[in-house]
């Protein structure tokens, strides 16, 4: 199966998994939810792992390689999480699918600075869609219950937790590249990436247990975050087998299907809250996969 393809379905996988996790964390303490999805996706890659990799690899693997692989988990798992499931906390899933959708424009501009790939006048476009469907999203309100028009914060302020984790996400690929040269194994790379990332986040969580001891966690909270996290942790290794065969920012900007899939899905897996996916959100989401696919055709 090609790159683009194994992009398809890593993209599926995460718009199930933000509109579960939106359901988890909206009952959760973020750092809490972030170690319980980094713990789980750390225990389902290693059973595969050992299932179906030689993990004595690891050990004759250059250090250069490990390094590469902790930096890309620490900068997609501990970083880019933490970002994802504040912003769906405060925001909501449907909000931030679009805001994780400016990944390939921070993906472009980091291209254009550490590999000197400048884009052209197609890839300008397609980054003005997506950066054009980001501001629709970003400025939308939201009807609440009783029938007032309540301004939700979605504004730059409210955003800046989702476009944090679209930016982490777009840089992580670089080391993702470097570790694959010197250890041609996404399976164990993105293993070591996020079992590092899960034992980095343990010490936080140890350090914090003020602030979420004593709190409960609802089992339905427990349920909903176990899934999501089994299913993260599988996209993402299917992410890195896509990284491993296309181009960079043909594979994050497939992976944007993630953006239909959370609006179609979100109505049916709502909190009691639920979110209105109005049609100016529809619109958002429609531009900003209109920019990914004209930079699938650039790339």
Avoid at 24 to 48: E, K, P, R
Avoid at 184 to 199: D, E, F, K, Q, R
Avoid at 216 to 232: D, M, N, Q
């Amino acid at each position: 199966m090609s790159g683009a393809w194994w992009a398809v379905v890593a993209g599926v996988g995460f718009g199930i998994f933000q509109t579960l996790n939106r359901r988890a964390v909206s009952g959760m303490d973020v750092y809490v939810a972030t170690f319980a999805q980094l713990l789980i996706s750390a225990l389902v890659l290693a059973g595969a792992s050992m299932a179906t990799e030689d993990v004595s690899l690891l050990l004759t693997a250059p250090p250069i390689a490990l390094v590469n692989f902790a930096l890309a988990g620490f900068i997609h798992f501990f970083v880019g999480w933490t970002f994802l499931n504040a912003s769906q906390k405060r925001i909501g899933a449907a909000r931030t699918s679009p805001l994780i959708g400016t990944t390939p424009l921070f993906a472009a501009v980091i291209a254009a600075l550490a590999l000197r790939e400048v884009p052209g006048l197609l890839a300008v476009a397609g980054i003005g869609l997506v950066v054009g469907g980001v501001y629709l999203v970003s400025s939308a309100s939201n009807s609440s219950g009783a029938g007032n028009l309540q301004i939700v914060d979605t504004g730059w302020r409210g955003s800046v937790l989702g476009l944090s984790a679209a930016f982490c996400w777009a840089l992580s690929p670089i080391f993702i590249r470097a570790g694959l040269e010197a250890l041609p194994s996404p399976l164990l790379g993105v293993t070591v990436g996020i079992v590092a990332s899960a034992a980095a986040y343990g010490f936080v969580i140890a350090w914090q247990r003020k602030r979420w001891a004593g709190n409960p966690i609802a089992g339905e909270a427990w349920l909903f975050k176990s899934i999501a996290a089994i299913l993260v942790g599988l996209s993402t290794w299917v992410r890195w087998i896509a990284l491993d065969l296309a181009p960079v920012a043909v594979v994050l900007a497939v992976t944007m299907v993630s953006v239909p899939t959370v609006m179609l899905l979100t109505p049916f897996i709502s909190s009691k809250q639920p979110e209105i996916v109005t049609a100016r959100l529809w619109l958002g989401a429609a531009l900003i996969v209109g920019g990914a696919l004209v930079l699938i055709w650039y790339g």
